[in-house]
């Protein structure tokens, strides 16, 4: 059984384009959430998808924005690329339960070079 | 202030000793997470706690709700437990995951 998925891994882009990130969840997981960790720093929260809807949302500019698929995918897309933005980009998906999230498992990342 | 907090920032150990990390937290939680991330950057769950302890093999984790204070011991440290050490609290009101900043350990033969 696989867990999260992401690709690509490693993305150099430069300044000013755009790029997508992709995660697929855990089998039987149906929440996604998104997370920036900037070298030498902890996860800093974006976003979290669940039923194809943005249902929490970090301090992140809207240049940051995503989607997520019927089959529980989900995309980060950012815009307009700054040399701040590069980062390792996590995926963690979870499954909704009676009191909340369960299961966290974490992707290992998509590490993005913007130069 | 961080809400989620974690001592020491460095830890080095020589092979064999008895290692702890701790995190303290501000904010009211349901669950404490404890995970695991080598160079390259995936993240391995190891505990999930909301009371109490929990034993892994060479791995403790405990927790007091009442002090907002939670430990990770390593018995018997070994070099392949080198890493770095987050502690990341369930946030009760939002259900979001709060990260502390990590514990690079480096255990030495």
């Known amino acids: 059984d696989a867990g999260v998925t992401q690709s690509p891994t490693h993305l150099i882009k430069t300044r000013g384009q755009q790029v997508t990130l992709r995660c697929s969840p855990k089998?039987?997981?149906?929440?996604v959430s998104w997370y920036q960790q900037a070298l030498g720093q902890g996860p800093q929260f974006i976003f979290q998808?669940?039923?194809?809807?943005?249902?929490q949302r970090g301090n992140f500019p809207d240049r940051f924005s995503g989607h997520q698929f019927p089959n529980y995918s989900s995309e980060l897309n950012v815009n307009a690329l700054l040399l701040g933005d590069s980062a390792l980009y996590l995926c963690?998906?979870?499954?909704?339960?009676?009191?909340?999230?369960?299961?966290?498992?974490f992707g290992s990342g998509t590490r993005l070079t913007v130069v | 202030k961080n809400e989620v907090e974690q001592s020491p920032q460095n830890l080095t150990a020589q092979e064999g000793e008895f290692i702890t990390i701790n995190c303290s937290y501000s904010?009211?939680?349901?669950?404490l997470h404890w995970l695991q991330q080598h160079p390259g950057g995936g993240i391995v769950s190891l505990f999930m706690l909301s009371s109490g302890k929990k034993k892994h093999g060479r791995l403790i984790a405990t927790i007091n709700i009442q002090e907002k204070h939670s430990s990770l011991h390593i018995t018997a440290s070994h070099p392949r437990d080198s890493a770095v050490y987050i502690c990341a609290a369930r946030s009760y009101n939002t259900d979001k995951l709060i990260f502390g900043t990590g514990t690079r350990l480096q255990v030495f033969p």
């Open positions: 998808y669940y039923e194809e809807e943005e249902r």
């Open positions: 963690a998906s979870s499954f909704v339960g009676r009191e909340g999230h369960y299961g966290y498992t």
């Open positions: 904010v009211g939680i349901s669950a």
């Open positions: 089998s039987g997981h149906d929440t």
